[in-house]
T-cell receptor
Framework: KAGVTQTPRYLIKTRGQQVTLSCSPISGHRSVSWYQQTPGQGLQFLFEYFSETQRNKGNFPGRFSGRQFSNSRSEMNVSTLELGDSALYLC??????????????FGDGTRLSIL | QKEVEQDPGPLSVPEGAIVSLNCTYSNSAFQYFMWYRQYSRKGPELLMYTYSSGNKEDGRFTAQVDKSSKYISLFIRDSQPSDSATYLCARGGDARQLTFGSGTQLTVLP
């Protein structure tokens, strides 16, 4: 069974630009969550999607947004990039469903560097 | 105070040693707990998942949860050089949002 796939693996952008990252969940998984990982702050939750709806959002500015498609694939977008946005962006998928707490499985992430 | 506090390490042990990794948490609403292993340039890999107090064993790995003292541990028996990685504890609740510890970097020396 294929795992969580994230593309691209590496990305270099400059300040002020915007970026879109993609995530394909494990087949059959309907919940997709996004996390930001930095050396200083560790892993921090961005948002979670289920059935094309955002169910939960972390404490990040509105420049960070996402969406989910009917096939459960997800994208996240960061606009007006800042130097502090340099991080590893991780996507995790789980079976999802109301009231369930299924384990989350992570992809290998997209390494975003802002110049 | 962070919601999940993890022993920072780094930790270096000889091959074959028993490794103990520890975390504490502050929110009693936490319902389930996980341990992830992360190799350099890779995403976190789920090792253990548990939602009750007590021990859960999987091969060389044992996860221990004590909800009364808000303490979670991961034990690795017969540690191998391939176990060298960063270990992350995490807790989850109804919101399906995971809160992670800062990670402990482990090196197992051959």
């Amino acid at each position: 069974k294929a795992g969580v796939t994230q593309t691209p693996r590496y990305l270099i952008k400059t300040r002020g630009q915007q970026v879109t990252l993609s995530c394909s969940p494990i087949s059959g998984h309907r919940s997709v969550s996004w996390y930001q990982q930095t050396p200083g702050q560790g892993l921090q939750f961005l948002f979670e999607y289920f059935s094309e709806t955002q169910r939960n959002k972390g404490n990040f500015p509105g420049r960070f947004s996402g969406r989910q498609f009917s096939n459960s694939r997800s994208e996240m977008n960061v606009s007006t990039l800042e130097l502090g946005d340099s991080a590893l962006y991780l996507c995790a998928s789980s079976l999802g469903g109301t009231g369930t707490n299924q384990p989350q499985h992570f992809g290998d992430g997209t390494r975003l560097s802002i110049l | 105070q962070k919601e999940v506090e993890q022993d920072p390490g780094p930790l270096s042990v000889p091959e074959g040693a028993i490794v103990s990794l520890n975390c504490t948490y502050s929110n009693s609403a936490f319902q389930y707990f996980m341990w992830y292993r992360q190799y350099s340039r890779k995403g976190p890999e789920l090792l253990m998942y548990t939602y009750s107090s007590g021990n859960k064993e999987d091969g060389r790995f044992t996860a221990q949860v004590d909800k009364s003292s808000k303490y979670i541990s991961l034990f690795i028996r017969d540690s191998q050089p391939s176990d060298s990685a960063t270990y992350l504890c995490a807790r989850g609740g109804d919101a399906r949002q995971l809160t992670f510890g800062s990670g402990t970097q482990l090196t197992v020396l051959p």
